[in-house]
């Protein structure tokens, strides 16, 4: 059975961090294009990390604050997230998709879905 999942997610304050894990099963993340997507209260999924054959797409909403790690013998894709804002308060997923290709962006179609797990950030 092909699947993701995440976990790690939670509850801090400002300026705090977190780190998110998708771990899969039944593929190899390491040769799959990979995502990180989140839902902000009453808003639409959106990409905010997307890897498609080596092409790193990251949101201006991100960049210099969350990076992406990955562990290919645990199949396990990291999201660091530091210096966390109440605006990044979200549902966060990860996505997966065994099929490649040049991509700039998220874009694109995802076989794979994680339940999406919550982050809060509050004081």
């Known amino acids: 059975q092909f699947q993701v999942a995440e976990s790690g997610g939670g509850s801090v304050r400002p300026g705090e961090s977190l780190r998110l894990s998708c771990k899969a099963s039944?593929?190899?993340?390491?040769?799959?294009?990979i995502a990180w997507f989140r839902r902000l209260p009453g808003q639409e999924r959106e990409g905010i990390l997307c890897?498609?054959?080596?092409?790193?797409y990251i949101d201006d909403s991100i960049k210099g604050r969350f990076t992406i790690d990955r562990d290919n013998v645990g199949n396990v894709v990291y999201l660091q997230m530091n210096a966390l804002r109440p605006e990044d308060t979200a549902v966060y997923y990860c996505?997966?998709?065994?099929?490649?290709?040049?991509?700039?962006?998220?874009?694109?179609?995802?076989?794979?879905w994680g339940q999406g797990t919550q982050v809060t950030v509050s004081s």
């Open positions: 996505a997966a998709d065994r099929t490649v290709f040049p991509l700039y962006g998220c874009n694109r179609g995802y076989d794979y």
């Open positions: 039944g593929f190899s993340l390491e040769d799959s294009a």
């Open positions: 890897i498609n054959k080596g092409i790193i």
